[in-house]
C-alpha cells in the first residue's frame, strides 16, 4: 500500500525558510513510513537560488522529478512554485537512479537499468520516468532504450520544460542537483495497486482523411502515402506557414495499428528538404490524420479521464503538455484546477509536461510504453 503526502513553497530567495516550509508542511514524523521518495516539480529559478538544494538536503530521501512551468500540489497552483508530492509505503520500496545521456546514451541507459535491476530479486512494478529535453536525443529514443533492458516494465513521468520560450533551463532533478542532460528514474517494488490514463485530442476532432507514414528517420516524418511529407500535408490544406507556427496549432495523430489509442504528435518544425520534425516517433507503416483542439477540448478530455483514474484514497500523478496549457491561454490554470478538483482533497501533483509518458494497453490488454505529445497522463497510486 502507497500513502502520500504533500507540500509547496513560493519562497523563492530564501532557501533555508523554503526548507523549513516545506518540512513543517510536510510533517515527517507523522506522516513518513519506512520507505518513501519524494517527486518534485518547480520553476527553474528555485534550482538557481539554492532552494532546490536546501529542500532536497533537508529530507531523508532521496527527490526526482523536473522544472515546469506551472506546477500544483493540495491547494497551490501556481507558476514560481516549487511541489513536492512524496510516496511512502511499508510494504513498497523505492530506489532511484541518475542516468547522463551522452552520443553513447544507449550504452549509459543499458549499465544503470541492468545495474538497478541486479539489486533485487524482484522486478519494479514500475518506472516514474523523468526524461531531460534534448534536441539530439529525443524521449522516444530513451524510452525504446529503456525498454530494450527492462523488457517494458511500465514507464510513467514527463520531459522537462520550464517558462523560457527556447527552454534553456529545463532541467531534470536527482536530489540536490538538476540536470539538462540526464536521465532520472524512480523504480517502486512491489505495488500492486496503479493505475493510468490519458487526455488528449477529442477524437470526434480527428480527421477521418487517413495516410500512411511510408518513410521517417525516428520523429523526422519524411514521406506519406509516398510522397515528401510537406507536398502531402500541403495537399490536405496545411501550409508551411503552419508548420512555423510551431506548437499548439497542428496536432498530427498517429495510429501504430495494434490496438492501442492513437498517439498525438506536436510538430515542431520543418527542415530544408521538407521533412517534418515531430514531438515523438513516426513509425513507417502507422496511419497518419490530422487532428484540431481547442480550450473545451482540453477541459473535457480532462474531465472524461478523470473519472476513471481519480480517487479520494489514493495519490494521483498528472504531467500535462505544454501545448494545452498554451491553449488554454489566459485560462492556463483551469486543466489543474480540474484535476485538484478531481483528487477530492486527496494528494495530488499536477505539472506540465515536455513530453508526457505513459503506458497504453494494446488489443490484448497487455500495456505498452508510449511517448506522448498533446496529452494529459495519469498514474494513480494507492
Known amino acids: 500500500m502507497i500513502k502520500a503526502f504533500t507540500a509547496a513553497t513560493s519562497e523563492i530567495d530564501d532557501p533555508q525558510a523554503a526548507a523549513a516550509e516545506i518540512t513543517e508542511a510536510l510533517n515527517l514524523e507523522k506522516n513518513m513510513l519506512k520507505n518513501s521518495l519524494g517527486i518534485i516539480s518547480c520553476f527553474s529559478e528555485f534550482e538557481e537560488t539554492g532552494v532546490l538544494k536546501a529542500v532536497c538536503d533537508a529530507l531523508p530521501f532521496d527527490c526526482i522529478g523536473t522544472t515546469t512551468c506551472l506546477c500544483a500540489a493540495s491547494q497551490e497552483i501556481s507558476q514560481i512554485t516549487l511541489a513536492i508530492t512524496v510516496i511512502t509505503s511499508d510494504v513498497c520500496d523505492f530506489k532511484a537512479i541518475a542516468i547522463p545521456i551522452d552520443e553513447n546514451y544507449e550504452a549509459s541507459i543499458a549499465s544503470s537499468v541492468s545495474g538497478l535491476l541486479a539489486q533485487s530479486t524482484e522486478k519494479p512494478s514500475l518506472f516514474l520516468s523523468y526524461f531531460p529535453l534534448m534536441k539530439t536525443v529525443s524521449g522516444d529514443m530513451i524510452l525504446t532504450a529503456i525498454d530494450k533492458v527492462t523488457g517494458g516494465i511500465p514507464l510513467f513521468g514527463t520531459t522537462a520544460i520550464d517558462h523560457t520560450t527556447e527552454y534553456k533551463t529545463a532541467r531534470t532533478i536527482y536530489n540536490s542537483e538538476a540536470f539538462d542532460r540526464t536521465v532520472v528514474l524512480g523504480a517502486v517494488y512491489n505495488a500492486s495497486s496503479f493505475q493510468f490514463g490519458i487526455a488528449s485530442l477529442d477524437e470526434n476532432k480527428i480527421r477521418k482523411q487517413k495516410a500512411i507514414i511510408t518513410k521517417s528517420d525516428g520523429n523526422v516524418l519524411i514521406g506519406v502515402n509516398g510522397k515528401p511529407a510537406m507536398e502531402y500535408l500541403e495537399e490536405i490544406g496545411l501550409t508551411k506557414e503552419d508548420i512555423f507556427a510551431g506548437l499548439g496549432v497542428i496536432p498530427l495523430v498517429v495510429d501504430h495499428k495494434d490496438g492501442t489509442k492513437p498517439i498525438a504528435r506536436a510538430v515542431f518544425g520543418l527542415l530544408p528538404e521538407g521533412h517534418v520534425v515531430c514531438g515523438g516517433a513516426m513509425p513507417e507503416g502507422a496511419t497518419l490524420a490530422l487532428g484540431r483542439v481547442d480550450p473545451n477540448d482540453v477541459l473535457q478530455t480532462t474531465e472524461t479521464a478523470l473519472r476513471s483514474v481519480a480517487d479520494k484514497d489514493s495519490v494521483l500523478l498528472s504531467y500535462s503538455c505544454i501545448a494545452r496549457y498554451l491553449i488554454l491561454s489566459n485560462n492556463f490554470t483551469a ?26 494497453p494494446d488489443a490484448s490488454g497487455k500495456l505498452k510504453n508510449y511517448y506522448h505529445n498533446y496529452t494529459n497522463v495519469f498514474c494513480r497510486l494507492s
Open 335 to 360: 486543466e489543474a484546477e480540474k484535476v485538484k478538483e478531481a483528487s477530492q482533497d486527496s494528494p495530488y501533483l499536477f505539472a506540465c509536461s515536455g513530453g508526457e509518458i505513459c503506458p497504453l
